[in-house]
Structure formats: C-alpha cells, structure tokens
C-alpha cells in the first residue's frame, strides 16, 4: 500500500473551517502509504500556502457546477497521476462523482461537513444520487451521520463518524496591541454568516457590558453571506446591531486573519454562538490555545466540550444564557485557567492529527478492500457466464 494516491477536493482554500480541516488531513496523510493531491474546483485562497509542498495541486476553476471543461481536467489528471481515491469536502462531491464516471474509475468518499443539512432535515435529492457514486461518507457529527443514512439512504456500514483534527501551532510569540485589556477579551472566529448567529452574541454583549465595562469582543472571520436579508449582508445587519446598541468601544471586526494561533495566545475567552454547526475547527483550535470556552449547544461542540466539563454550554438563540456564561468566566481567573486546561488536554487526546488521520486511513484500507472484494466478484461472475 505504498503507492496509492488520494486526492482531496474542495471548492476553495478560503479561511473557513471546513477548507481547514482538508488541509489539516492532506498535509498529514502518511507518506509511507499515500501520495496526496489536492483539488480545488471553484478557486485558490489563503490557505495555500498552508498546503505542504509535496502535496500535488490542480486547480480548476470551474464557472459552474457541471463545467465540462473542468471535469475533462480533473479526469486527465486522475489518470495521468493514478489516483485512487477521490475524498471530496462538502459540495465539492458533484465534481468528485462525475469525475468517477470515467475511467479510471477512481473510488469516492464524501466527507459532510455542515451540520445545517441535518438539521434542517433536507431531502437533498441531488446529495442522494452524488451518494450513489461512493464508496463512504465520513460526518463530523453523528447528526449528519444520521441523517445520511436516513435521507440519502447509505447503507451504515458505509458511515464513518470522524471529528475534525487540529494541528499544534507553530511555537511563535504572540500579537501585540489587540483591542481591549488583559483578561476581558473574548474571541470569536467565525466567517459572518447567518448560521453562526453573531447577531446573539453582540445582544448578549450587551448585557455583558453593563457588569463588566470593559469586556472587549473581538470578531475573526470574512464577511460572507451577501445576501442575507433583502439583499443587505450578514455583516452589515451585524455592525447595525452593534450601532443600535452601542457597542463600537466593546467589539471590534478584525476581518480575515491568517494568525489565528498567535492571535488566541492574547485573548481570554473563546466564545462560539452558532445556530448550526458541524464540528467547528475554531473550537478546536481553542482549545489547542488553551482557552476557556463558551459555546452553543448545536453539532457536536456538546461531544468536544465533554458535555460541559470541559467548557461552558449554553442554549442556541438564547443571548440571556451566552451572557450569563461569559460573565461567570470573565469573573473568574481561576475558573478560565481550570477550563482552559483540561480542554487543552482533551483537544490534545482526542482531536490531534495523530488520533483522527489514523481513523481516516482505515476508511482508505476499509473501501479499497470492499473496491477489490467487488472486482474480484466480478470477475468470478464473468468467468462463469463464459463457462
């Protein structure tokens, strides 16, 4: 098994968490058993050059989602590289199955990423016929594990529920100047979109700042979702709220950033108020900062957090409960640096690139096994109608 090449594809290298973690699993495939590749299909980004150099690379940039041109490319490229399997991320799993129509017929596994498809309760019937074309789909949370089974009617043994990973920061020192005094700052990095709901924190801001004054909340994340509400942005309904309530001393946007571990290094608190999620990568990366956290009950922040013992669980849409919660660690020295600690430690067990790549590679040994099992069916089948 020395010589399989496995390809990740995704849309994009934007800094978002689901990029992170195909980046994350690329970069940490064992050499020894894997060559690996990355795709990108709609367009490059930031986290390029987070991509280690020995990775092989095809963009494709694609102009819609069945662009033949695009998928004549990745098609030539399977079959010049010998690519194996195809491990293709969220939406990017169209291109994946089409491109699995053409020989070589490379093996497809689907990796779910967006815990709002479950929730939801899509019946995604384009997702079901993509599904019919892999060989596995590997969820983050055991909600999207279900609802793949239930609605795109994969059979479970072909389910895989892996977390996401994060990978130790670099030992770099931190950012100096940051808005806001030591101990009151609370980070949330999270791209502006709805789902993330920073409409909630910013009203819980409010009524953290009126115990605690100088509480200082500091938002990481691109201004997506354009559309969000009769044409308006997600980030501009976001700075209203904090207009309307007066909060501009309190919160600062700090837009992308590509620092994300040194930048956590000189915050307090990590907060997460999302209405859905997956398993964000940002909270993980939290606790690999050793911070303290607040964060939502949705997706599988429940399982990370260790069901509240190793951080703070508040209700989805709830601003009273999300303040109550950063009040208590904002008064709290002690009680940041216990929480803080044991969820590094649990980050450190559960969620590093050892534990969960090793999870992954089974799946790799699991369908190529079930590829050739199959081969070899056939061909005993063939050799009968022959005789």
Same mark, same amino acid.
């Given at each position: 098994?020395?010589?399989?090449?496995?390809?990740?594809?995704?849309?994009?290298?934007?800094?978002?968490?689901?990029? &992170?973690?195909?980046?994350?699993?690329?970069? !940490?495939?064992?050499?020894?058993?894997?060559?690996? /590749?990355?795709?990108?299909?709609?367009?490059?980004?930031?986290?390029?050059?987070?991509?280690?150099?020995?990775?092989?690379?095809? @963009?494709?940039?694609?102009?819609?989602?069945?662009?033949?041109?695009?998928? &004549?490319?990745?098609?030539?490229?399977?079959?010049?590289?010998?690519?194996?399997?195809?491990?293709?991320?969220?939406?990017?799993?169209?291109?994946?199955?089409?491109?699995?129509?053409?020989?070589?017929?490379? *093996?497809?596994?689907? +990796?779910?990423? /967006?815990?709002?498809? @479950?929730?939801?309760?899509?019946?995604?019937?384009?997702?079901?016929?993509?599904?019919?074309?892999?060989?596995?789909?590997?969820?983050?949370? +055991?909600?999207?594990?279900?609802?793949?089974?239930?609605?795109?009617?994969?059979?479970?043994?072909?389910?895989?529920? *892996?977390?996401?990973?994060? %990978?130790?920061?670099?030992?770099?020192?931190?950012?100096?100047?940051?808005?806001?005094?030591?101990?009151?700052?609370?980070? %949330?990095?999270?791209?502006?979109?709805?789902?993330?709901?920073?409409?909630?924190?910013?009203? !819980?801001?409010?009524?953290?700042?009126?115990? +605690?004054?100088?509480?200082?909340?500091?938002?990481?994340?691109? +201004?997506?979702?354009?559309?969000?509400? !009769?044409?308006?942005? /997600?980030?501009?309904?976001?700075?209203?709220?904090?207009?309307?309530?007066?909060?501009? &001393?309190?919160?600062?946007?700090?837009?992308?950033?590509?620092?994300?571990?040194?930048?956590?290094?000189? %915050?307090?608190?990590?907060?997460?108020?999302?209405?859905?999620?997956?398993?964000?990568?940002?909270?993980?990366?939290?606790?690999?900062?050793?911070?303290?956290?607040?964060?939502?009950?949705?997706?599988? %922040?429940?399982?990370?957090?260790?069901?509240?013992?190793?951080?703070?669980?508040?209700?989805?849409?709830?601003?009273?409960?999300?303040?109550? @919660?950063?009040?208590?660690?904002?008064?709290?020295?002690?009680?940041?640096?216990?929480?803080?600690?044991?969820?590094?430690?649990?980050?450190?067990?559960?969620?590093?690139?050892?534990?969960? *790549?090793?999870?992954?590679?089974?799946? /790799?040994?699991?369908?190529?096994?079930?590829?050739?099992?199959?081969? !070899?069916?056939?061909?005993?089948?063939?050799?009968?109608?022959?005789?």
């Amino acid at each position: 098994m020395s010589d399989i090449g496995v390809m990740h594809v995704l849309d994009s290298l934007a800094l978002g968490g689901a990029e &992170r973690a195909a980046v994350n699993l690329v970069n !940490a495939l064992p050499r020894e058993n894997y060559r690996p /590749y990355l795709c990108t299909t709609r367009r490059e980004g930031p986290l390029r050059e987070a991509v280690a150099a020995d990775v092989g690379r095809i @963009a494709l940039e694609r102009k819609s989602r069945f662009d033949s041109r695009a998928i &004549r490319c990745l098609v030539d490229f399977i079959r010049t590289q010998k690519i194996m399997i195809l491990h293709a991320h969220g939406s990017s799993l169209f291109v994946a199955a089409l491109a699995a129509w053409f020989p070589p017929h490379p *093996i497809v596994i689907w +990796h779910a990423h /967006y815990g709002r498809v @479950a929730l939801e309760d899509r019946r995604a019937w384009a997702h079901r016929m993509a599904a019919r074309r892999t060989r596995g789909v590997i969820t983050v949370n +055991h909600q999207l594990a279900e609802w793949c089974g239930r609605r795109l009617a994969v059979p479970a043994d072909r389910i895989w529920c *892996i977390p996401n990973m994060v %990978c130790a920061p670099a030992n770099e020192p931190g950012i100096s100047g940051l808005p806001g005094t030591p101990g009151s700052r609370i980070v %949330c990095v999270a791209n502006l979109r709805a789902e993330k709901d920073h409409l909630n924190l910013v009203r !819980a801001m409010t009524l953290v700042v009126r115990r +605690h004054p100088s509480a200082h909340l500091l938002l990481v994340g691109a +201004h997506s979702d354009p559309a969000y509400s !009769a044409g308006s942005s /997600y980030f501009e309904a976001v700075k209203q709220e904090v207009a309307r309530n007066s909060l501009g &001393r309190n919160i600062s946007f700090l837009g992308q950033r590509r620092d994300i571990p040194a930048l956590l290094q000189g %915050c307090d608190i990590g907060v997460l108020s999302s209405k859905t999620e997956g398993l964000p990568v940002s909270l993980l990366e939290y606790g690999m900062a050793g911070l303290p956290v607040v964060a939502t009950q949705v997706g599988e %922040c429940e399982e990370v957090l260790d069901r509240g013992r190793a951080g703070l669980l508040v209700p989805p849409q709830s601003p009273r409960d999300l303040a109550e @919660a950063l009040l208590s660690l904002l008064g709290s020295p002690e009680r940041r640096a216990l929480l803080g600690e044991r969820f590094l430690h649990r980050v450190q067990e559960l969620y590093s690139a050892g534990s969960i *790549i090793e999870r992954v590679c089974l799946v /790799y040994k699991a369908v190529l096994q079930s590829n050739r099992t199959e081969a !070899a069916y056939r061909g005993s089948a063939q050799d009968g109608l022959r005789a």
